[in-house]
């Protein structure tokens, strides 16, 4: 009996079904006209309009990153449909008007969105393909005055607030994705904590896509005033499905003075067949600004999902004494491409970052960390620390590391470890003399690789990034 | 309990066991003793089924089972224990849950539930205990950043826990105090029973004054030499091993 670690079996995807719902697809293709009709759907104000077009006619000049150690067939943006919600006559204002199949659906994921069977203490938004079917402890937030809500309805309720802050951190014509998911955003969450408030829960959206042939362009904005506090984390699934599906997502965070933003990530986007066939490609574009002093923006990601994931969720710190992290687990099993990491923009004084890059690769998967700490000219004081972990399973996956450093203040004080293993046939076989499976070895190894950035999650999700990752690893030995 | 008939084991395309034949029975304790190189840790680590190990001919038997068609966990949970001469390290998992998970995996293999979160913790605190070692030692990472005698404490301790029916200390004793190699000597006396056995590895006669051999081999180039009690460690200790090849040389000779 040996450990056959090339031996690649085809795990079970457990999020892989479908809901049938009634829904309302927009036919396939983008243009203008495409853009008019997402923004009356969502009664948007003129203003947001000519936002959304001005977004699509940069998009028209631009041409796709070819940068990324990632590869795959030129997508069609004309064969995908921009536009999916369930049929409903409004929108649900209580439970009880949801259809009770995407309640269903919920339930399965492990989602329960009735209050009372949640888990303590956490406040979901569930974002089901392009529309919010609902957010929870809404009444209970505002009493403390935060707002959660769906980032249409923060248009139509807050439309002061999303004129300050949507594209202030990330530009429209900032990258190829970012800039069409401008064009074309939908639904997403929208956070905002007053100032000296600790937001009483855990916030949290969970991402579902479900219709088949369309996009997600998932928008959130997250604002922290001075002195608040806020910890939000996502979660995503999709079906099982042949084609690739595109979820362009961004993602903008602001930290005024003394504040903090906790955001953690478990994506579980469907990651495709053991011969490469569907998944999702995710192209995401994340970044917070720490424009106050004293400010902290803190990203925990643990990527299991998708078939490409090309993401760096990145702080940009120009308040004094400010601090961004980014602490990220990668795996990438079978025909999985990775190509994440973060950018670390330093400008104000004193800032500090800290990146840990735990990067997994197991069958045909390619795991590459692409990272840039730049400390700018008046920086002085700044500070990074960088640690960056590879480990291989079998020999037929890749892991690579591209860290870019610019430094342009001589007090800045620099470190990085970097190192790449191959999972310890002698680990393995350690375990497996104390009575393991050769798979349960290499779970309880893997998770052990990764714990420093479990134990940045909150408590009930980094049990469950453990399972999660436990389940991605199947088959990755025979 | 154990018969290993006619072993032949190449490593990395090279003969290490040349025939070796060995019968260890229940409430037995059997010491190997040999030269650097001889095959002592091969021997114990094709007993635990590493797959680098490639037997060429011959067949072991454990409980009347064929030990050789068996996975490595699946002998663990049949009751095979070895003590690493080399423990690995693995960072980021507490001592603690590898046991635990461990000991489950082996009752669930033997039909029984799974021991409680309370009920491992009481354990693996009286077997600490009996051990002299550190309450952190259970939380740290399995052998990461332990002292040598650290980590031969720590594999007599899984052992304590797990009690196997025949246990395998691979040169438990190297690099142990004076008083770790008491306290490691009576962790096994302790577990000496009627239905338990060992083989001990070691190069040294002074741990054979803590634990006293039923048996003690010689192993000199992939063959058992000779065998013989407990005061052939003694001689082995006065007079090496030359005497020993040249006793069997004649022997072959002749
Ligand atoms: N993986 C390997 N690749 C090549 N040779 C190996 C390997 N493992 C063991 N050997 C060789 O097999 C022979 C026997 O090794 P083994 O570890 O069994 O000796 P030993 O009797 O335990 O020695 P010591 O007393 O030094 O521990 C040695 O010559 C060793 O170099
Ligand atoms: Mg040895």
Not at chain 1, 51 to 69: D, G, I, N, S
Not at chain 1, 180 to 196: E, I, M, Q, R
Not at chain 2, 203 to 210: A, C, N
Request: glycine share 8%; charged share 25%.
């Amino acid at each position: 009996m040996s450990v056959d670690l090339e031996k690649l079996a085809e795990q079970e995807y457990k999020y892989g079904f479908f809901t049938d719902i009634e829904q309302e697809i927009a036919p396939k293709g983008l243009g203008e006209n495409t853009i008019r009709m997402i923004s009356s759907k969502k009664e948007e104000p003129e203003w947001l309009l000519e936002w959304r077009l001005k977004a699509y006619k940069h998009w028209l000049t631009m041409k796709e990153p070819q940068w990324a150690h990632v590869t795959f067939p030129p997508i069609d943006y004309q064969n995908i449909s921009y536009y999916a919600a369930p049929k409903t006559k409004d929108r649900p204002k209580s439970l009880d008007e949801i259809d009770p199949e995407i309640r269903k659906t919920y339930e399965k994921l492990g989602i329960p969105l009735d209050e009372q069977m949640m888990l303590a203490g956490v406040a979901v938004d569930a974002v089901f393909d392009s529309v919010s079917v609902i957010t929870t402890f809404k009444e209970k937030l505002a009493e403390s005055g935060v707002i959660f809500c769906s980032i249409s309805e923060a248009v139509r309720e807050h439309p002061e607030l999303i004129k300050k802050y949507l594209g202030f951190v990330v530009p429209q014509h900032d990258n190829f994705y970012a800039a069409l998911n401008s064009a074309v955003f939908t639904d997403g969450s929208f956070v905002y904590v007053p100032k000296g408030v600790r937001c009483p829960m855990e916030l949290s959206t969970y991402f579902r896509i479900n219709a088949e042939s369309t996009g997600q362009f998932e928008r959130t904005l997250i604002i922290a005033e001075e002195g608040s506090y806020v910890s939000y984390l996502e979660g995503c699934t999709a079906p099982k499905r042949d084609e690739n599906q595109l979820h362009a997502a961004v993602v903008e965070l602001i930290a005024h003075k003394d504040a903090t933003i906790k955001y953690s990530t478990i994506q579980n986007w469907y990651p495709g067949n053991a011969e490469g066939e569907g998944g999702i490609y995710n192209f995401v574009t994340k970044r917070g600004r720490c424009v106050g002093r004293n400010s902290r923006i803190s990203w925990t990601q643990v990527e299991t999902g998708s078939a490409i994931t090309w993401k760096y969720p990145s702080c940009i710190l120009e308040g004094d004494d400010s601090v961004g992290e980014f602490y990220s687990v990668a795996l990438t099993n079978r025909r999985q491409q990775a190509d994440t990491g973060t950018k670390m923009i330093h400008i104000g004084k004193n800032t500090s970052s800290t990146i840990v890059s735990k990067g997994i690769s197991a069958g045909h998967g390619q795991n590459t960390y692409r990272g840039l700490v730049q400390i700018g000219k008046d920086a002085s004081g700044a500070r990074n620390y960088t640690q960056c972990d590879s480990m291989l399973i079998g020999d037929k996956c890749g892991a690579h590391t591209f860290p870019y450093i610019e430094v342009k203040n001589s007090t800045a004080q620099m470190e990085h470890e970097a190192s790449t293993s191959k999972i310890g046939e002698d680990q393995i076989f350690y375990c497996q003399q104390r009575g393991l499976s050769a798979e349960n070895a290499v779970s309880l190894i893997v998770n052990g690789f990764c714990k420093e950035v479990f134990k940045e999650l909150p408590f009930e999700f980094a049990i469950e990034a453990e399972k999660l990752l436990s389940i991605s690893l199947e088959g990755s030995v025979g | 309990m154990l018969e290993i008939r006619n072993l032949h084991v190449n490593v990395a395309d090279q003969e290490i066991l040349k025939g070796l034949n060995l019968k260890v029975n229940a409430g037995e304790v059997h010491s190997i003793m040999g030269p650097n190189g001889s095959g002592k840790s091969t021997l114990a680590q094709v007993l635990a089924g590493r797959a680098s190990y490639e037997v060429t001919e011959g067949e072991i038997i454990f409980e009347g089972k064929d030990l050789l068609g068996l996975a490595p966990e699946e002998r663990a949970c049949e009751g095979i224990f070895m003590a690493f001469q080399y423990p690995v390290e693995i960072p980021g998992v507490a001592n603690t849950y590898l046991l635990r998970e461990a000991l489950n995996s082996i009752r669930k293999y033997r039909g029984l539930e799974p021991l409680k979160h309370v009920e491992f913790a009481k354990l693996a605190k009286e077997k600490m205990g009996i051990m002299g070692m550190p309450d952190n030692l259970l939380k740290r990472s399995v052998n990461e950043g332990f002292s040598g005698g650290e980590k031969k404490k720590n594999e007599i301790f899984q052992m304590e826990i797990l009690e196997p029916k025949l246990a395998i200390l691979d040169e438990t004793d190297s690099g142990l105090d004076i008083d770790a190699l008491k306290v490691v000597a009576d962790g096994v006396n302790a577990l000496r029973n009627p239905e338990r056995a060992f083989v001990v590895i070691t190069h040294y006669q002074r741990l054979l004054d803590y634990i006293v051999p039923d048996f003690v081999h010689v192993l000199v180039d992939g063959r058992i030499l000779k065998s013989g009690g407990k005061e052939l460690a003694f001689e082995l200790e006065d007079r090496g091993y030359g005497w020993v090849e040249e006793e069997a040389g004649k022997a072959v000779n002749n």
